[in-house]
């Protein structure tokens, strides 16, 4: 059988994205409860937020 090509780096990243974003409007932005909804750990969905591109100044600063 022949092996399938990866798709582009660009193809992955948008809906990694767009699942990161819904999850995070879902949750009011409440990172832990997007985490939960996206099945991953709340610092790893930091890091790919990162990675991403999708930090925000709120994101970054830590809650009082």
Known sequence: AAARAAPPVAEAVEPQKEAIVA???ASGNNVSAAAKALNMH????YR????LGLFTAE???PQA
């Open 23 to 25: 999850a995070l409007s």
């Open 42 to 45: 709340r610092t790893q969905l």
């Open 48 to 51: 790919v937020m990162k990675r």
């Open 59 to 61: 994101a970054e600063e």
